[in-house]
């Protein structure tokens, strides 16, 4: 039996130094890459994310929208008229923020965009008018000012706007996690949607849409996602207020001060409504300013409602109605109403709550 021969160790500085390259030339001939040169980089002390903090302002985004109106049909290829927002820390991209999608959809009068599903989850938010229907597995779906609206990975959906007018929203995905995990799947449906009618109530809310209440039939199907497609802003902006009149009364009720939220959750299990994003909404009360905190993970906010001032990591800028806001992971954010300001939040917790990741710290 051969035993194993160690060699020698070098006997001087120019022996020692010919050896180290010869170790860094093995290391990079066969693949490998040694710890202790890429520590900081792979453990730093805290989060340094890629993404930078940023703001889309809607008086650039729609205008821009409307001009693709004008020039870029809808159809099967692009599928969309959907313009991605890019972060500036990731160049070429067209992602929010490294896990987050968002994007302003515009569709014009008597506009169809095809049906097809994908294994990204979905929602649109309206910022304002009315019109369009969106179909989710043959139930339509109107969508209005306030309103959120769930398409589920893997549920086929279109969007019809039978009316004269055009309408904008924004599309939030999580189309960055799914494709760093390699698990994108895509599927046309037909070319059209499976019905053009236009309900006042969907489906999906005439069986789930009662505060509190489950049907009978359906309470052993819980299921991973909602499975009530709309959210509706009357009763969103019901909750919000009612929060802060028990708090002004003198009851708990409110995040802090003058600062109200929901989270839109799933009516079979009480979690999240979909499985990969978190989705609220905030009302902070005109002069309040909300604690400033960092989060692990990253959110993008919308101005539904009002003005005022974000501050981003100690830089402050003002927002007003339908501008569109990146957090990037241990961000510091704090925000100051300025007017009653109302803001639309998604955010990728539900990931990295289940992987034990999740960290805030309020300054």
Request: glycine fraction near 10%.
């Amino acid at each position: 039996m051969t035993q194993t021969q160690i060699p020698p160790k070098p006997s001087d500085e120019a022996e020692a130094g010919a050896a180290e390259k010869e170790l860094y030339e093995g290391f990079s001939r066969f693949g490998l890459i040694p710890l202790w040169t890429e520590r900081e980089g792979l453990m730093p002390m805290t989060p340094e994310p890629q993404a930078v903090p940023h703001i889309w302002h809607w008086g650039d985004l729609y205008p821009l929208a409307a001009r693709a109106g004008d020039l870029v049909p809808v159809g099967r290829g692009g599928e969309r008229r959907a313009i991605a927002v890019s972060n500036p820390g990731l160049p070429g991209l067209p992602y929010a923020t490294p896990t987050l999608w968002a994007a302003i959809q515009y569709l014009g009068p008597n506009e169809v965009a095809p049906a097809h599903r994908h294994s990204q989850n979905a929602f649109r938010f309206v910022l304002e008018g009315e019109g369009v229907w969106t179909v989710v597995d043959g139930d339509p779906v109107a969508m209005r000012r306030g309103d959120l609206l769930l398409t589920p990975g893997w549920q086929f959906h279109g969007h019809h706007n039978p009316h004269p007018r055009p309408m904008a929203w924004l599309d939030g995905l999580d189309i960055p996690f799914v494709s760093a995990t390699d698990t994108g799947f895509f599927e046309f449906g037909e070319d059209g949607v499976s019905d053009r009618s236009t309900p006042h109530r969907s489906r999906s809310e005439r069986v789930w849409g009662h505060p509190g209440l489950r049907p009978v039939s359906a309470t052993e199907q819980d299921t991973p996602n909602s499975p009530l497609a709309a959210y509706r802003w009357e009763h969103t902006d019901a909750a919000l207020a009612a929060q802060l009149e028990v708090a002004a009364e003198g009851h708990p009720g409110v995040l802090e001060p003058g600062h109200a939220a929901v989270r839109f959750t799933n009516p079979t299990t009480g979690s999240d409504a979909l499985t990969t994003l978190r989705t609220e909404m905030h009302r902070i009360a005109a002069g309040q300013r909300t604690a400033p905190v960092r989060e692990t993970g990253s959110s993008v906010w919308q101005v539904f409602d009002g003005s005022g001032v974000i501050s981003l990591n100690g830089t402050r800028t003002d927002v007003v109605r339908g501008d569109v806001i990146a957090v990037p992971s241990w961000c510091e954010v704090s925000i100051e109403a300025g007017t009653d300001l109302d803001l639309f939040r998604f955010s990728d917790a539900p990931v990295f709550e289940r992987l034990n990741l999740a960290r805030r710290e309020y300054s």
